[in-house]
């Protein structure tokens, strides 16, 4: 239960005065609808009214703020006409001018002869200073009615800053003294005020920097923010290490026959990962561990080689690709393997229906099948294993802590691997995957080709044409990857049709298309037929992105490589990387090309270093928008800058650790702290997700 401490900031922002119904949508439209959204909805900029210039020196569309003289009144001769009043200082003269107000206020407001201070934006007409409607004229004698320093925050159409800084001071009133959750030392080394002070000044900018991500309140809002998440991924990772599990300890003997019929052996990386995971399979808990390795690292093999240690144990295991194509590929790839050393495998996708389907779920049932292969169809309600005991989870990286652990209910006891092939930089490993334990596979099987990167301007590509004719009546097989319009599916569609249409005139009969939209049979043949070497030069949206794997296909054109993310970009690069033959990817952009887009083709250029392609991505999108994670169920933080806050982060991660070693029921005072913290940022939810599982 959400402690009563809290119940001010859990609030409708309808409570607070000044907000209306219509109010109520714009406002929860731009921060949210709760008081606790309008406070972490923070400024963005500051208007300063401290800076006193003479008239003299002010220049055309500056703020301007001083004392002034009322020297005359004139009216206006028609309504059309506006109200001047002509003030100075003691350098020069000032017209304000105003319109639709009537004079009488404004005799009231500069009575001729006094002294007034006021505030607004100077604009020079034919060498005359002039200022319409001031944004504030206070008495002389009282300066501080007019506020020194203004906090603007970032808006939205029909909510006005003045407004928003009102309720702002409401809801800052409304935030109670709560018990300092953050460990004393700390506190005095970062010399960070307490949470209720923080979130004041951060609303109170006096100066540009404290705007800056490492202003000090700001810095201590986000290790807040960070403590609560790092520190409900702890707890979840501690139980599940609790949870009954069961151990599953193979012989070892079909893992050797395995090893004795690949054409390779391991590399260290394969050797090492395997062991971390097996350690875990061996263990009497659940697993629950994330696998990482580059395109092309051998993930398949290590994934095989731990599933017969499942099997070995006469127990079932299960893989879960998330696309029809790549469990086809897979289930290929295993079943090929699979078949020499006597363990049966079996494919499972919604497309598998009647007879066949039925056979199937009954030899799965009844123990006939090891190792079955699946898109997410594995896990409809009709498929009932004899034993399952291990699933790994493929490529899955768009998924969030909470669907993870649903998943991982559906097994009963089962250990769980989630393997992803898009790098993920540290920092998202640590906030997304805290509950999880990590392995890495850091190294690529000897003897791979570099991939040749070129860069070039889209009004190039008939020169890219020509050298690709010539390239493909080589027999080389190659990607044609059109424009990704994230808005508009239908456009992709249409620029990726005629894309196809004109490179088919040139290069005839050998050219294929394939993209989001077409049915799952049709998409298959095209892929069958490229695999063949009918189809030479395939055309697609990014539908390729995700490990399809056809060795002989050794160039990759982009088009519009701008529009791309880094990670997907070096998806797509990864693609044409499968054999020991030289491969080339060309990146065309298209103008203009902004200077986050130049720096991610350079990047491109100079590395094939996964991880390193990632931190970079991290670096230049911030937060929050990596691998497209926006809508993939990844924690955004409102108060943490996963590019400007790490070492915070690596600290609260080493805190939430420490904290539960001792004082694993958060029972102490601090304990109990910890749990308002835990509130507040609402990571309660999770924990409560993962007991009701
Ligand atoms: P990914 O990590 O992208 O899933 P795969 O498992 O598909 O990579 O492996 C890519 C290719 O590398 C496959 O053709 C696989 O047979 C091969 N491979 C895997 N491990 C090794 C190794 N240790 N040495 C040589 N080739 C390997
Ligand atoms: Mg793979």
């Given at each position: 239960m959400r402690p009563s401490i809290l119940y001010p900031l859990f609030c409708s922002i309808d409570a607070l005065n000044g907000v209306g119904q219509r109010y109520m949508k714009l406002v929860g439209g731009l921060c949210g609808a709760k008081v606790l959204d309008l406070l972490w909805h923070l400024p963005s900029n500051i208007i300063d009214r401290r800076c006193r210039i003479p008239l003299c020196q002010v220049q055309n569309g500056q703020l301007w703020t001083g004392k002034v003289r009322v020297v005359e009144h004139t009216p206006p001769k028609t309504k059309k006409h506006p109200y001047r009043i002509v003030v100075e200082d003691a350098t020069e003269q000032l017209i304000l001018t105003f319109f639709k107000t009537f004079g009488d206020s404004l005799t009231k407001q500069f009575p001729v002869g006094e002294e007034r201070l006021i505030s607004g934006k100077i604009e020079i007409f034919n060498g005359m200073l002039q200022m319409a409607h001031p944004e504030y004229v206070v008495n002389a004698a009282t300066p501080e009615q007019m506020p020194q320093v203004e906090t603007v925050y970032p808006l939205t159409a029909g909510v006005t800053n003045k407004m928003l800084n009102k309720l702002m001071k409401q809801a800052l009133n409304n935030v109670p003294q709560l018990p300092e959750w953050l460990d004393e030392h700390l506190l005095k080394v970062h010399q960070w005020p307490d949470f209720r002070t923080a979130l004041w000044q951060a609303h109170h900018p006096q100066n540009l920097d404290d705007l800056q991500p490492s202003s000090l309140p700001r810095r201590r809002l986000a290790y807040d923010e960070l403590l609560a998440n790092q520190l409900s991924l702890a707890i979840v990772r501690g139980r599940l290490k609790k949870q009954q599990g069961r151990v599953l300890q193979g012989s070892g003997v079909l893992k050797q026959k395995l090893l004795n019929i690949l054409?390779?052996?391991?590399?260290?990386?394969?050797?090492?990962?395997?062991?971390?995971?097996?350690s875990d399979m061996f263990a009497p808990y659940k697993m629950s561990r994330l696998l990482q390795g580059d395109v092309g690292s051998g993930k398949t093999i290590v994934a095989l080689l731990t599933m017969l240690n499942a099997v070995e144990c006469g127990a079932q295991a299960a893989i879960m690709a998330p696309t029809e194509i790549l469990a086809q590929q897979h289930a290929a790839a295993m079943e090929e393997l699979c078949e020499k050393i006597g363990v049966k495998t079996a494919l499972l996708t919604s497309n598998i229906k009647g007879k066949k389907r039925q056979q199937l779920l009954a030899d799965l049932q009844s123990g006939e099948i090891d190792i079955l292969i699946g898109t997410h169809a594995l896990f409809t309600e009709d498929v009932c294993f004899q034993d399952l005991a291990y699933v790994i989870i493929d490529e899955q990286h768009r998924f969030g802590v909470r669907q993870r652990l649903n998943i991982s209910q559906k097994g009963k006891n089962c250990d769980v691997l989630v393997m992803t092939a898009t790098p993920i930089p540290r920092t998202l490993v640590l906030t997304q995957y805290g509950d999880m334990e990590y392995s890495k596979i850091d190294e690529l099987p000897a003897g791979r080709q570099p991939v040749t990167t070129t860069v070039m301007p889209l009004n190039k590509i008939h020169a890219v044409v020509d050298a690709l004719q010539r390239k493909l009546s080589d027999g080389t097989q190659a990607y044609w990857v059109c424009p990704l319009v994230e808005e508009s599916e239908k456009i992709d569609l249409s620029a990726a049709t005629e894309r196809y249409e004109s490179l088919r005139e040139i290069l005839g009969e050998k050219v294929g298309l394939v993209h989001g939209k077409m049915k799952e049979a049709e998409k298959n043949a095209v892929m069958d037929d490229f695999k063949a070497g009918k189809i030479k030069l395939l055309v697609a949206t990014t539908v390729i992105e995700v490990g399809v794997n056809v060795p002989a296909a050794t160039i990759m054109v982009?088009?519009?490589?701008?529009?791309?993310?880094?990670?997907?970009?070096?998806?797509?690069?990864?693609?044409?990387?499968?054999?020991?033959?030289?491969?080339?990817?060309?990146?065309?952009?298209?103008?203009?090309?902004?200077?986050?887009?130049?720096?991610?083709?350079?990047?491109?250029?100079?590395?094939?270093?996964?991880?390193?392609?990632?931190?970079?991505?991290?670096?230049?999108?911030?937060?929050?928008?990596?691998?497209?994670?926006?809508?993939?169920?990844?924690?955004?933080?409102?108060?943490?800058?996963?590019?400007?806050?790490?070492?915070?982060?690596?600290?609260?991660?080493?805190?939430?650790?420490?904290?539960?070693?001792?004082?694993?029921?958060?029972?102490?005072?601090?304990?109990?702290?910890?749990r308002t913290l835990l509130y507040l940022f609402e990571r309660d939810e999770m924990i409560r997700t993962y007991k009701a599982g």
């Open positions: 054409p390779f052996s391991l590399t260290n990386a394969q050797k090492r990962v395997v062991a971390e995971i097996e982009v088009e519009h490589a701008e529009r791309f993310g880094l990670a997907q970009l070096h998806q797509l690069r990864g693609r044409i990387k499968r054999g020991s033959a030289a491969s080339s990817c060309i990146l065309m952009y298209g103008f203009p090309l902004s200077e986050i887009s130049r720096a991610r083709l350079n990047i491109m250029k100079q590395t094939e270093d996964g991880f390193l392609i990632a931190e970079e991505d991290l670096r230049l999108r911030g937060g929050g928008e990596i691998l497209g994670t926006r809508q993939s169920g990844f924690n955004n933080f409102h108060l943490a800058d996963m590019s400007m806050h790490t070492d915070l982060l690596l600290t609260a991660t080493k805190d939430a650790a420490l904290i539960l070693q001792q004082d694993p029921n958060l029972a102490s005072p601090r304990g109990q702290a910890l």
